[in-house]
């Protein structure tokens, strides 16, 4: 039934009319004096170097929200059978087994492809792979010495 | 419905939103309280009765403060952010039942505002919400350690999201409930606390690092990133990022408590108030769980990033995974092969991972002599 919704309607108009109204209000009773040093973007009092706008950041950030994507939506494929569980009985369980033992598939890969090590010390299969591709100075060095 | 029913529903709502406002104003005191007691100072103390007032001090204070548009930033998104971070504090807490109901005016008051059907989802899909204001307040901000912080605790945030979920379907696999009446409703012989307790260890650390709470704190490293995502955040909008970050910490302890603890289930007398013990007894439970924050606040370091992304990928999505099948199988198997056939094939079960773990150490030992 949505009428079930309409005190959370209340509460967010509540919260809306909190945020906005604090917002007004201390817009115009709080002190208003910029200078172009107050405006600069903070970096510990140093002239900032470079702004992020067009920056680029590690890689890794978008393997992690990729792989969230993939283990949310199992988690939420998992919510309809947990509230079933006792109806759907045995079927339910080894059907929900194996949907379970096909992503955990896909995890045990990611994990073989290092696709989960942040960072460390060592480098990632991935890494590894790339590194040996490319010709590493140390083999001229052999070349040269041979 | 009619004049007084919709006045009565009005009074519910203020009620709860102003009641909220008084719980995050007393966590925050309550939390400086406790860690100054462990750090043997005294804490705050001049505003109010025991410094009681602290908050509201420093609300009046931020509120009067220069609020700082920077020049670099993206107006919409930045202005839109703190109120992001705001909206679903308070929309998550809606579902949580935080006592049974009272009659007034002879019409029935539910202490709850809304007892959706699907309460726990909503739960998550407001949690989940607020990982928007993080990104979008360090994106708008337009300097590096917004950004930065940003970046990293979004990665954080969903990540330990999942976790989270997997302990909550856990839940729900026990109780078979997905309404927070229905769960607390089938606690009433055990806490879901005692047959769930890796699940509910699961859900603290989740609700941890949900709410950028020490030690997962690293949205605001102070010591490596300034302020984190609110790096140019001031006066009042500042102001609301913090009240955002602590009625989400109020609204994952009551929702531990509705779901491991029993919610407002407790002894009482019989006949005097019967609205008055269950409320207590969540605010009780509440606080309790609290408490284990500010705990862990005060004994634990924060954790090094790589540290709490390998955590969150390799140890909380696996174990919970094989809990949430554990779960599944100790609620159905007993319906199809009876108890003395769980308990054969868990001991079975049990044998073979003994085998195994004897057997694998000497595998790889003959393994390595041959190499």
């Known amino acids: 039934m949505l009428s079930e919704y309409l005190p959370i309607a209340i509460l967010a108009a509540l919260a809306l009319l909190f945020a906005v109204g604090s917002l007004v209000a201390s817009g115009l009773l709080r002190p208003h004096r910029p200078t172009p040093v107050k405006l600069s973007a903070y970096e510990c009092g140093n002239d900032p170097v470079r702004l992020p706008r067009g920056e680029r950041f590690s890689i890794r950030f978008y393997v992690v929200a990729m792989l ?8 939420i494929f998992l919510f309809p059978w947990a509230v079933a569980a006792r109806e759907l009985a045995l079927f339910g369980l080894i059907e929900i087994a194996v949907f379970i033992a096909l992503v955990f598939v896909a995890y045990v890969y990611v994990w073989k492809k290092g696709g989960l090590d942040w960072a460390g010390g060592s480098l990632t299969p991935i890494e590894a792979e790339a590194a040996s591709e490319a010709p590493g100075p140390r083999e001229e060095v052999g070349i040269r010495a041979g | 419905m009619d004049a007084l029913d919709w006045a009565l529903l009005v009074a519910r709502v203020v009620a709860v939103f102003a009641a909220l406002l008084v719980a995050v104003m007393l966590t925050i005191w309550f939390e400086r309280k406790v860690i100054a007691d462990f750090q043997t100072r005294t804490g705050p103390l001049r505003a109010g009765p025991r410094g009681i007032l602290i908050t509201l001090a420093d609300g009046i204070k931020l509120f009067f403060k220069e609020g700082i548009l920077p020049a670099m930033v993206d107006r919409p998104v930045y202005l839109i952010a703190p109120v992001i971070a705001m909206l679903p504090a308070f929309l998550a807490f809606a579902v949580v039942p935080f006592g049974t109901s009272v009659t ?9 505002v809304a007892d959706l059907n699907v309460g726990i989802l909503w739960i998550l899909a407001m949690t989940s919400m607020g990982v928007y204001a993080v990104v979008l307040a360090g994106w708008a901000s ?7 912080g940003a970046v990293r605790s979004s990665a954080q945030m969903i990540s330990y999201e999942v976790g989270m979920g997997l302990a909550i379907v856990a839940v729900l696999t026990y109780s078979g409930e997905l309404s927070m009446t229905g769960v607390i409703e089938a606690q009433s012989r055990v806490w879901n606390v005692i047959p769930q307790f890796p699940a509910f260890v699961v859900f603290l650390i989740g609700g941890l690092a949900e709410t950028n709470r020490p030690p997962f704190d690293l949205a605001e490293a102070e010591s490596e990133l300034v302020a984190g995502f609110h790096t140019e955040y001031s006066g009042i909008r500042f102001a609301m990022f913090f009240l955002g970050e602590y009625l989400n910490t109020v609204t994952v302890a009551a929702v531990a408590t509705t779901l491991f603890l029993g919610g407002w289930r407790g002894p009482w007398f019989d006949g005097f108030a019967p609205w008055l013990g269950p409320l207590l007894w969540f605010v009780v439970k509440v606080v309790a769980v609290l408490y284990v924050f500010v ?12 540290r709490l992304m390998n955590f969150g990928w390799k140890v909380l999505i696996p174990f ?14 007993p319906q199809e092969i009876g108890r003395r ?3 054969l094939a868990g001991a079975a079960v049990l044998g073979l991972v003994l085998l195994a773990s004897f057997v694998a150490p000497l595998v790889q030992r003959r393994r390595e002599v041959a190499s």
């Open chain 1, 68 to 75: 969230f994507i993939i283990f949310d939506i199992e988690t």
């Open chain 2, 104 to 112: 007034l005016f002879g019409r029935e008051v539910p202490f709850q």
């Open chain 2, 142 to 148: 337009g300097s590096n350690y917004p950004l930065l």
């Open chain 2, 295 to 306: 705990l862990i606040r005060a004994t634990l370091p924060r954790m090094r990033y790589d």
């Open chain 2, 320 to 333: 919970g995974l094989v809990w949430v099948l554990l779960t599944g199988a100790v609620v159905v198997l």
């Open chain 2, 341 to 343: 056939g769980v308990l």
